[in-house]
């Protein structure tokens, strides 16, 4: 029988409150503003992030969607610990990972791995596959014999369809595809448990996305992985992942079981996202129109990010943050007209 | 008459080593006032094509074959000084990037004045009259304040209206839009699309939307090209297409999308990857991807033939319609 008594697990991934702001490069002159009488200093900062909780566990694929800048790539850094947050905090598996060394991370390395939009960024020109693949088995496991890293690396190769005569041919000889196969294969050599995925499948062609979109699927099923998926593609959303965060203005506005999501979105951002995408159907669909566009984060609303754009907004919109509130369906939105019922 | 009627294009590459071929004999019609999409992969040679209707295509790249008729004059033939007069005044582009088109040092207004003046007889302030007709007609805010706007000061959505209030400006019969939305949010893209559609249905303009997404091209228009590997491979209406795919390609296309599939399942991916032009097979350019190809299709290329209300070029098509009409016959 199960035992029921233990500890429920951590999850595996944890972001309590991350915040990230970047100071924005401007020269002296720039910044000296005469405001109230008085010269003074202005530090004007790029809200990326703004007070971002939320919860990866084990065997899931989370993804996040919104529009350019919303800052979905920064989250997806933040996690990885390429960018430390400004405040907040990263858990990995139940542990602060945000606050430590780079050699305290190394052994996190391994079990955390990113994918990114452009394979080719993220492959070594002057490497041909083969050192590629086999460089980061040796690093981790700087014990193991050398025809032992080229079986582990032979093994992947052969699981996601990298052509072992691909070996020492060098990354510009690969189409966009290929290369992507290639870094996923990169990922797994290390036998990972996380992967963070930035857009992986931005840059390929249709055909192209749905052969990489298959080796993600079956590395997920194979090695249990778990997934940060980052994208703009609300279709790759719906087939790949099992829950969604909506992002605007670097907040969460929804949070959601994937399928929930597309059956009854409730945060007005979402609403007037699934409604734009371009259908194969007949006709026009009619979207909801937002007015204006996307502010910039560096002025960030007072209160809702969305506000300025919203049907919804009134008077409590303008002046007061949205917290997340959990819905009868187990779905997290952040919106005070969803709160108080004015949306149907 | 059709507006425009495209026989035989074929467009070439002159390497340093070789001269590859990038447009094979494309054909095709558009009327007054219709809109055809084309679709296609990275590389199938979308690009050129609306480059070689306007005749801009840039060396090594050259037309090597073929005519283009548009309203009776063959283009192909036309000094460049008449086709300067028919860009901007009856063809006009719209490409991905805004910046392609405008100039960063002069304001909105400055482009627009200069390129009516170009082209009509007007005051400079008949001129800006119009630019602030045709920036209201794509719904820009306050056009006053932006015709006194440098391109960036401006956002990517907005940049992509005022782009397309300049493909208006002098009432051309033909827009050719290269990926207009491709770079901008979808909720964007959502607006500036229907107001593509709206603006060439009232003023009768022909459209050539040139892009990867079939819900684009779905929801904008009436006929599509599909293409592969430099050629023409499905050719008819979009609702056809899109619901009736006949070509092999265009099936593996429209099926590898995920909403084809159940959430979780694998999707019905297309083996293999479009062949470059320096290497494209002998017999059919698709065969080597196909589940279809017999040795037929790895020897001969197959030719554009109608099939029902389509074009399609694609022997085992071929087949399975000969096969119907021989059991109708008996
Ligand atoms: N190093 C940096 N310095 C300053 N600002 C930055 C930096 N990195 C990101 N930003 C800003 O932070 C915001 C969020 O950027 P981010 O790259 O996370 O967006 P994104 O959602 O990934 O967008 P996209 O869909 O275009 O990739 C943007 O406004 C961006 O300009
Ligand atoms: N200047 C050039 N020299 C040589 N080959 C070229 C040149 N420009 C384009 N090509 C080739 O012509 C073919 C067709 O290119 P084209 O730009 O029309 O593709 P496309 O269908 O528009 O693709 P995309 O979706 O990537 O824009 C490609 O194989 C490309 O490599
Ligand atoms: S909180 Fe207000 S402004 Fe924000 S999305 Fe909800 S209704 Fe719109
Ligand atoms: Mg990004
Ligand atoms: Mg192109």
Redesign the interface.
């Known amino acids: 029988m199960k035992d029921t008594m233990t500890a429920p697990e951590p999850p595996l991934l944890e972001l309590r409150g991350v915040e990230k702001r970047f100071a924005l490069d401007q020269s002296l002159l720039e910044r000296l503003r005469f405001r109230d009488g008085r010269l003074r200093m202005d530090r004007r900062e790029v809200h990326a992030v703004n007070n971002v909780s939320l919860t990866v566990n084990r065997g899931e694929a989370l993804c996040v969607v919104g529009e350019t800048g919303c800052g979905k790539s920064t989250v997806a850094r933040l996690v990885a610990g390429l960018l430390a947050p400004s405040a907040g905090e990263v858990r990995y598996a139940g542990a602060r990972i945000d606050n430590q060394s780079r050699r305290d991370l190394a052994p996190l390395r391994r079990r955390m791995q990113m994918i990114f939009q452009n394979p080719y960024a993220s492959l070594n020109p002057r490497m041909t596959i083969a050192q590629a693949l086999e460089e980061p088995v040796r690093y981790h496991n700087p014990d193991l014999a050398p025809v032992d890293v080229r079986a582990k690396v032979l093994e992947v190769m052969q699981a996601v369809g990298v052509d072992p005569s691909w070996r020492d041919r060098y990354p510009h000889e690969f189409s966009g595809g290929q290369r992507q196969r290639i870094a996923i294969a990169r990922a797994l050599t290390v036998d990972p448990e996380f992967i963070i995925a930035d857009e992986p499948l931005a840059a390929l062609d249709v055909s192209i996305q749905a052969q990489v979109l298959n080796l993600m699927l079956e590395a997920k099923v194979a090695r249990g992985l778990t997934y940060l998926f980052i994208t703009h593609d609300l279709s790759v959303v719906q087939h790949f992942g099992t829950r969604v965060a909506v992002l605007y203005l670097g907040t969460v506005c929804e949070l959601a079981d994937t399928a929930t999501l597309f059956a009854a979105p409730k945060h007005p951002y979402t609403r007037a996202l699934l409604s734009a995408v371009p259908q194969m159907r007949d006709g026009m669909p009619d979207h909801i129109r937002l007015k204006g566009e996307i502010p910039t984060p560096i002025t960030l609303p007072k209160g809702c990010p969305f506000e300025t754009r919203c049907a919804y907004a009134d008077q409590r919109c303008r002046v007061e943050k949205p917290r997340p509130q959990q819905q009868r369906d187990g779905s997290l939105v952040a919106c005070h007209a969803v709160e108080e019922g004015r949306v149907d | 008459m059709s507006l425009l009627s495209v026989r035989d294009l074929t467009v070439k590459f002159a390497m340093r080593s070789q001269t590859v071929t990038a447009l094979h004999q494309i054909s095709f019609d558009l009327a007054r006032g219709e809109r055809l999409g084309i679709v296609g992969?990275?590389g199938a040679g979308k690009s050129i094509t609306g480059f070689a209707l306007m005749k801009l295509l840039s060396a090594p790249g050259y037309i090597d074959s073929g005519t283009i008729q548009f309203d009776g004059t063959d283009i192909t033939q036309a000094p460049e000084a008449q086709m300067r007069q028919i860009r901007g005044n009856r063809i006009a582009m719209v490409f991905q990037d805004p910046m392609v088109t405008l100039n960063p040092v002069l304001t909105i207004g400055q482009q627009m004045v200069e390129t009516l003046r170009a082209h009509r007889k007007l005051s400079r302030r008949d001129a800006q009259e119009i630019a602030l007709t045709k920036l209201r007609e794509v719904q820009i805010?306050a056009p006053e304040l932006r015709l006194k706007q440098y391109p960036h000061e401006l956002?990517?959505?907005?940049r992509q209206r005022i782009i397309i209030a300049m493909a208006l400006l002098l009432d051309p019969d033909l827009i050719i839009a290269d990926e207009p939305t491709t770079a901008l949010?979808?909720?964007?893209?959502?607006?500036i699309?229907?107001l593509l559609?709206k603006l060439c249905q009232a003023n009768k303009v022909g459209l050539i939307l040139i892009t990867?997404?079939?819900?684009?091209v779905?929801?904008l228009t009436e006929r599509t090209l599909v293409m592969y590997a430099g050629r023409i491979v499905e050719a008819g209406k979009t609702?056809e297409i899109?619901n009736d795919p006949q070509h092999p390609y265009t099936q593996?296309?429209?099926n590898?999308?995920?909403?084809q599939?159940l959430?979780?399942q694998?999707?019905?991916?297309?083996?293999g990857?479009?062949p470059v032009l320096t290497d494209i097979p002998p017999g059919c350019p698709f065969s080597p991807r196909c589940a279809f190809a017999l040795a037929e299709c790895r020897r001969l290329l197959p030719q554009i033939m109608q099939q029902g209300s389509s074009e399609v070029a694609c022997h085992e098509v071929n087949r399975l319609h000969s096969d119907l009409l021989l059991e109708e016959g008996r």
């Open positions: 992969e990275s805010a956002s990517g959505g907005m949010d979808v909720t964007i893209q959502a607006d699309m229907e559609l990867h997404d079939l819900g684009v779905s929801q609702r899109i593996g296309l429209i590898a999308l995920p909403q599939t959430p979780g694998m999707l019905k991916q297309i083996p990857a479009m």
